[in-house]
């Protein structure tokens, strides 16, 4: 364009004329409208971002779960493959090979891991620690310790060697240790009539057969009292 002052080339962005400096009222325009679209821009830019704001989290929320729903169908895929690929010997009933550790611990856990036998050598080697000590002998382990004791003889559930062998510690404990007469072994001996799950001793029986024992216990007391004394 022409500049109005002295007719040179001017760019009409230009804000002055590079030939005589004057003042060039398009380009001035030009910038003027510019700067107002920046400052709008700016105004609007705060007021633009809320709104969008709401969109824009909706977005990445969707693309998240898109995502972790893939993962998650990759995951189940890898699963079901594996399921299928190896060979798990948990699921399977072979038996273990002979003379391994396995069978052995097979052997062992059949013999030898039976609660009732594991409970009645618990509380009479506790029983027969406090005996020997002279400590106190609470009435509960006395009980424990006969029922248990009972569960063990009389259980079908109990392996047969486990079984004699309890019988024998039972007969051992309550004869041997204990001095019981025959009715004393009775009183141990008597089932509960009442009980349709399970095995387990009468309970008169064996409140009878608690005192009995304490009796001898607070006997056995005096008497180790009255020879230190002596």
Same mark, same amino acid.
């Given at each position: 364009m022409k500049c109005v002052n002295c007719g040179g080339e001017v760019d009409s962005q230009a804000v002055r004329c590079p030939y005589c400096g004057g003042r060039?009222?398009?380009?001035? =325009?030009?910038?003027?409208?510019?700067?107002? &679209?920046?400052? !709008?821009?700016?105004?609007?830019?705060?007021?633009?971002?809320?709104?969008?704001?709401?969109?824009?989290?909706? !977005?990445?929320?969707? !693309?998240?779960?898109?995502?972790? +729903?893939?993962? +998650?169908?990759?995951?189940?895929?890898?699963?079901?493959?594996?399921?299928?690929?190896? /060979? /798990? #010997?948990? @699921?399977?009933?072979?038996?273990?090979? #002979? $003379?391994? %550790?396995?069978?052995? %611990?097979? &052997?062992?856990? $059949?013999?030898?891991?039976?609660?009732?036998?594991? $409970?009645?050598?618990? %509380?009479?080697?506790?029983?027969? /620690?406090?005996?020997?000590?002279? =400590?106190?002998?609470?009435?509960?382990?006395?009980?424990?310790?006969?029922? @248990?004791g009972f569960r063990v003889c009389y259980s079908d559930k109990v392996d047969g060697q486990l079984q004699q062998q309890a019988q024998l510690e039972v007969n051992a404990l309550l004869e041997g240790v204990l001095g019981l007469s025959e009715e004393g072994l009775a009183l141990f001996n008597k089932a509960d009539g009442h009980s349709v799950y399970s095995v387990r001793p009468d309970p008169d029986a064996q409140a009878q057969l608690v005192s009995l024992i304490e009796a001898k216990l607070a006997d056995r007391e005096d008497a180790v009292f009255w020879n230190d004394y002596n």
């Open positions: 060039n009222e398009a380009g001035i =325009s030009f910038y003027k409208e510019v700067y107002q &679209k920046v400052n !709008r821009n700016k105004l609007l830019a705060p007021v633009l971002l809320r709104q969008k704001t709401p969109e824009l989290i909706q !977005r990445m929320l969707n !693309r998240i779960i898109l995502a972790m +729903g893939i993962l +998650g169908v990759v995951f189940i895929a890898i699963s079901i493959a594996l399921y299928l690929m190896i /060979d /798990d #010997p948990v @699921y399977r009933n072979d038996e273990p090979a #002979p $003379d391994s %550790y396995a069978a052995e %611990y097979v &052997k062992i856990s $059949d013999s030898y891991n039976n609660s009732s036998y594991q $409970d009645w050598t618990r %509380y009479v080697n506790e029983f027969l /620690d406090r005996w020997n000590s002279g =400590s106190k002998i609470e009435s509960y382990r006395i009980e424990m310790m006969l029922e @248990y």
